[in-house]
């Protein structure tokens, strides 16, 4: 059994996090390019939390349910893995698959 102890560095983290992904969503919701939108700094920012953003990434993705926004970019970013199966690029819903198996077996909780 995983438990996951919250301090309030790991309270702040997600509270910037949330923020960023505000700012975020807010300027490129409507954006049809990718890789302008991975641009903003506020995306960027994300990435540069590093590993402490992976699992608000994989929690971000799953609440996002059948429609998850572009967080790949950002994981591969920081990890610089790459679970997504060739022949699933494009389909969001397969690639948020692949990173929450990936996840799991890397031992994240989200």
């Known amino acids: 059994m995983n438990v996951a102890i ?11 996090f949330r ?24 995306y960027q920012n994300i990435i540069g939390m590093g590993e402490t953003a992976v699992p608000f990434l994989l929690r971000q ?19 610089g893995a790459d679970p997504v199966n060739e022949d699933d690029l494009g389909n969001n819903l397969l690639m948020a698959r692949s990173w929450f198996e990936w996840g799991i077996s ?3 909780a989200w």
């Not at 919250?6 to 910037?16: E, F, G, K, N, Q």
């Not at 960023?20 to 641009?39: F, P, Y």
């Not at 993705?61 to 970013?77: I, M, R, V, Y």
């Open 19 to 42: 923020g960023l992904v505000a700012q975020w969503k807010a300027h490129c919701g409507a954006m049809s390019s990718v890789s302008e939108s991975v641009l903003f700094p506020a």
């Open 106 to 108: 890397m031992g994240y």
């Open 61 to 79: 993705l799953a609440d996002e349910g059948d429609d998850p926004d572009q967080w790949f970019w950002a994981l591969k970013a920081i990890t």
């Open 6 to 16: 919250v301090t309030d560095s790991a309270v702040d983290s997600w509270l910037r």
